[in-house]
């Protein structure tokens, strides 16, 4: 195996292990939490709170409203009943009354509008309370098979660092350096040569280069990016 080739599947190897660790950091935050299941959560003590409040808003005008036409029907009673003979006091009673009866229908219009926001305010907190308990469930269905999966993602991470460790060792201490060098700058740090030009940057590469690359005897780089080549 020529040294750039070796240098190839220790590139290969690093692919591998990057994606092997991008699934385990993903399963591990989905097993930390859930942005959707958190967000939903919110709207739902959101929507608990509107209705907690449509509710007392709705319970504060009823109250009213029976406060209020207790007096009406006091007033009513004894502008009535003959206990009142003064006619101005009569007069004052009858315009009182009437004032009274005009509230009593407005705040009844209002208690009709809040019973409305009220029982559309549950429905809301309602259906946002299922979705979340429908999440969870999911979310707990979901547990035990991302845990297994974690697992054994983890065992063939571990496989896989050992594997690139024993790869790396095949390869001389200069010649890693320079991939290291090389894949800090460029991804894919080794490429193939494409025809005639380099896989990575695209540009043509000279005859000398192609030849030295296919030879396989030393590790060449792109004269332009620095990639080192495979044929």
């Given at each position: 195996m020529t040294r750039a080739a070796a240098l190839m599947r220790l590139q290969r190897a690093d692919e591998q292990i990057a994606e092997l660790r991008s699934e385990v950091a993903s399963l591990e935050a989905a097993l930390r939490g859930d942005p959707e299941l958190d967000r939903r959560r919110k709207l739902a003590a959101a929507s608990t709170s509107v209705q907690e409040e449509s509710s007392a808003e709705l319970t504060d005008a009823e109250k009213d409203l029976t406060a209020l036409e207790l007096r009406v029907r006091t007033l009513d009673r004894r502008l009535y009943d003959g206990?009142?003979?003064?006619?101005?006091?009569?007069?004052?009673?009858?315009?009182?009354?009437?004032?009274?009866?005009?509230?009593?229908?407005?705040?009844?219009?209002?208690?009709?509008?809040?019973?409305?926001?009220?029982?559309?305010?549950?429905?809301?907190?309602?259906?946002?309370?299922?979705?979340?308990?429908?999440?969870?469930?999911?979310?707990?269905?979901?547990t035990e098979p991302r845990q297994r999966r974690l697992a054994a993602l983890q065992g063939q991470l571990g496989e896989a660092?050992?594997?690139?460790?024993?790869?790396?060792?095949?390869?001389?201490?200069?010649?890693?350096?320079?991939?290291?060098?090389?894949?800090?700058?460029?991804?894919?740090?080794?490429?193939?040569?494409?025809?005639?030009?380099?896989?990575?940057?695209?540009?043509?590469?000279?005859?000398?280069?192609?030849?030295?690359?296919?030879?396989?005897?030393?590790?060449?780089?792109?004269?332009n990016c620095d990639r080192v080549l495979v044929p």
């Open positions: 206990s009142v003979k003064n006619p101005h006091e009569l007069l004052e009673m009858q315009r009182e009354l009437e004032a009274l009866r005009g509230q009593v229908g407005v705040l009844e219009d209002r208690l009709l509008t809040l019973i409305e926001g009220s029982e559309a305010a549950a429905q809301d907190a309602q259906a946002a309370t299922l979705a979340v308990a429908e999440l969870e469930q999911q979310r707990d269905a979901d660092i050992e594997q690139r460790e024993a790869l790396a060792a095949e390869a001389t201490a200069s010649d890693r350096a320079l991939y290291a060098r090389v894949a800090a700058l460029h991804h894919p740090a080794v490429v193939s040569i494409a025809g005639d030009a380099c896989g990575g940057c695209h540009l043509p590469l000279s005859n000398e280069e192609r030849r030295a690359v296919r030879a396989g005897v030393d590790v060449v780089q792109c004269s």
